[in-house]
């Protein structure tokens, strides 16, 4: 697509429930992040896809958050068992891959807004 | 691990020039980062800073010290559309993503 498409936009959930959160990258973008960013502050790294290597998972917060990514297209990042402090805007973002990395350039989607009650 | 700080809040008065100031504390420094990030949207990318000195594109200009882990975003002529918050973000050797500041939220005042 055009750009990077997230849904839902808007999630509003009880605590306790599981949600999942779609990302819909640029084709062609090999690198795809997930970050958090809670009301008023900045983005806090959750995990990163590259390719078909491994992962790297080292910003999850708990057992609670996993994601998901198959080849280089869509990515769901699941978090189980919400709690309050779960409510945050989730952004998934996609770039060219590692060489064209040093250009900088992340492409954000527009983010899910989580509220957990 | 990585430090970023930048002033939570600035204002500005249309027309004006104003520098928002990133501090940073890394090892295996790759690079410095501005993104600005209107209220409800994403992020969009600035500029890219990974040698010293002032890269300039526009109305918007970066500057980067690396051996004061300092950068600076400079805006001049400033537009009520540049009421934004300014997001700093460093990249490092260790990973593959970028480390971001709280942000600056810029309020420009006519």
């Known amino acids: 697509g055009a750009g990077v498409s997230q849904s839902p936009s808007n999630k509003v959930t009880e605590k306790g429930k599981d949600v999942e959160l779609r990302c819909d990258p640029i084709s062609g973008h090999t690198a795809l992040y997930w970050y958090r960013q809670r009301l008023g502050q900045g983005l806090e790294f959750l995990i990163y896809?590259?390719?078909?290597?491994?992962?790297?998972k080292s910003g999850l917060p708990s057992d609670r958050f996993s994601a998901e990514r198959t080849g280089e297209s869509v990515s769901t990042l699941t978090i189980q068992r919400t709690q309050q402090e779960d409510s945050a805007v989730y952004l998934c973002?996609?770039?060219?891959?590692?060489?064209?990395?040093?250009?900088?350039?992340?492409?954000f989607g527009e983010g899910s807004r989580l509220t957990v009650l | 691990g990585q430090n970023i700080d930048q002033p939570t809040e600035m204002t500005a008065t249309e027309g004006a020039i104003v520098q928002i100031n990133c501090t940073y504390q890394?090892?295996?420094?790759?690079?410095l980062f501005w993104y600005q990030q209107h209220a409800g949207e994403a992020p969009t990318f600035l500029s890219y800073n990974v040698l010293d000195g002032l890269e300039e594109k526009g109305r918007f200009s970066s500057f980067l010290s690396r051996s004061k882990g300092y950068s600076y975003l400079l805006l001049k002529e400033l537009q009520m559309k540049d009421s934004a918050s300014y997001l700093c973000?460093?990249?490092?050797?260790?990973?593959?993503?970028?480390?971001f500041g709280g942000g600056t939220r810029l309020m420009v005042k006519p």
């Open positions: 973000a460093v990249h490092n050797n260790a990973g593959n993503m970028l480390t």
């Open positions: 890394t090892s295996g420094f790759n690079g």
């Open positions: 896809f590259q390719g078909n290597s491994a992962p790297d």
């Open positions: 973002a996609s770039s060219l891959g590692e060489r064209p990395w040093f250009s900088g350039e992340l492409f």
